[in-house]
């Protein structure tokens, strides 16, 4: 093993992949699904002590927001994020690049990086791949992102095509500075790992020539990012489909920013590792919770006296004690509680998925699991 880790494939099912990463924080098993935790904490009033409890194995972050507001140095001076949010696990933070690259009238791209406005006050902030790269060491976490750009899927081919080449450029400007930062004295994490990240819109050739490129490099892990931005399934599938077999097998694969159950179905089947969404965290606030049969809105009326937790069978803590019905007056007084017991109960569900998804894969059994989710979700509650 490394210093930094090491990615064992276990086993495969056509192109679905069953993996175990160890890192300096602890090992993980694949598939897996991110919890989402932007600012250090997932939206929703879930702690560290909550996200152990409903089988979470990696939390995210955001450089970008961390930066913003407490601060990376800061946190650096306070031990690191792990330390400063009670978390012992693993995290993973996301380079800033897409937060930065949404905030379309805030900011100028050049070739050393993006100068834009933060979005809480205002003020001028530069970052390129030197800063984010320096601003996740801050973080201390397990993986970091490389700095690129995400331009809208659709945008015209010759601007994603120069997009792409700056982004290849960029990262190995990351890789250079993260190999500097770890060597540094006082590191939070000298050990931190570095995911390339593929991009390329819609167009097949351009991502498959990337993939190509940044395989090359000497990284601990591939992401596929740019997707689920305005394009079809179908376009996101077939993307997939095209860029992940260029990708190393040996190394985990991770699907940035997806998605619903059913995309991530899809792409264990294509032999994504890692995934992320909001969408649990979310749909949870606003009282949609995912079950086995579908996804419900607990604030409808047909709810009122239904005295079933939100799953039968379910484990989470919504479900081991609560109902329907009395989840759906939290909701309607607008007490936290309310939304509390979704997200819980929703991330509970996604983790649960992957753990079920593995052992699938296990068993050799994983594309009939999948017909009989899918099959499941699609015709809803008996």
Known sequence: MSEKGTYRLLKTEGRAKRGELTTVHGTVQTPLFMNVGTVGAIKGAVSA??????????????????????????????????????????????????????????RKIKEEGVTFRS??????????????MQIQSNLGSTIAMAFDECPPSKAEKKYIDLSVDRTTRWLERCRA????????EGTVNPNQMLFGINQGGIYEDIRVRHARQIREMDLDGFAVGGLAVGESHEEMYHILDCVVPELPQDKPTY???????????????????FFDCVYPSRNGRHGHVYTKHGKLNLNNACYAKDMRPIEEGCQCPACRRYSRAYIRHLHKAGEMLGLRLCVLHNLYFYNHMMEEIREALDEGRFAAYKKDLLQSMEEGEP
């Open 119 to 132: 979005h809480i006050d205002g003020h001028p902030i530069f970052m390129g791949p030197e800063q984010s």
């Open 177 to 184: 500075e993260m190999d500097r930062l770890n060597a540094a």
């Open 49 to 106: 002590d909550d996200l152990s409890q409903i089988g979470c194995q990696i939390e995210l972050s955001n450089t970008y927001h961390l930066h913003v507001r407490t601060g990376d140095q800061t946190i650096r001076e306070l031990g690191g994020l792990r330390r400063f949010m009670g978390w012992d696990g693993p995290i993973l933070t996301d380079s800033g690049g897409f937060q930065v690259f949404s905030l379309a009238s805030l």
């Open 255 to 273: 699907l940035m920013g997806v998605g619903t159950p059913a995309n991530i179905l899809e792409g264990v089947e294509r032999g994504i590792d």
